[in-house]
C-alpha cells in the first residue's frame, strides 16, 4: 500500500504525519531521514491496528498544487 505523507520543516529538523492513519507520526533530522522513519511508523501503526482486530484504512488521500500570484 502507498500512504500520502505530509512533510514539513521544523526549527529543528523535519516532521511528518499521514492524513489517512490518524496519530501517526514521525520525526527526523532530514527529509530523507524523516520519511525512513514515517515508513516505519506507518508498518509499526497498521500492525498495531492488526493487534488490536481494527480496520486497516485505505490509502485515499491525494495531494495537488494550486499556483497563484505572489
Given at each position: 500500500?502507498?500512504?500520502?505523507?505530509?512533510?514539513?520543516?521544523?526549527?529543528?529538523?523535519?516532521?511528518?504525519?499521514?492524513?489517512?492513519?490518524?496519530?501517526?507520526?514521525?520525526?527526523?533530522p532530514?527529509?530523507?531521514?524523516?520519511?525512513g522513519?514515517?515508513?516505519?511508523?506507518?508498518e509499526?501503526?497498521?500492525?498495531?491496528?492488526?493487534?488490536?482486530?481494527?480496520?486497516?484504512?485505505?490509502?485515499?488521500?491525494?495531494s495537488?498544487?494550486?499556483?497563484?500570484?505572489?
Amino acid at each position: 500500500m502507498k500512504y500520502l505523507i505530509i512533510i514539513e520543516e521544523t526549527t529543528t529538523g523535519f516532521s511528518a504525519y499521514s492524513p489517512d492513519l490518524p496519530g501517526c507520526v514521525s520525526t527526523g533530522p532530514s527529509e530523507e531521514s524523516v520519511v525512513g522513519n514515517m515508513r516505519e511508523a506507518i508498518e509499526f501503526h497498521i500492525e498495531g491496528l492488526k493487534a488490536d482486530g481494527l480496520p486497516i484504512p485505505a490509502p485515499a488521500s491525494r495531494s495537488s498544487y494550486v499556483e497563484v500570484a505572489a
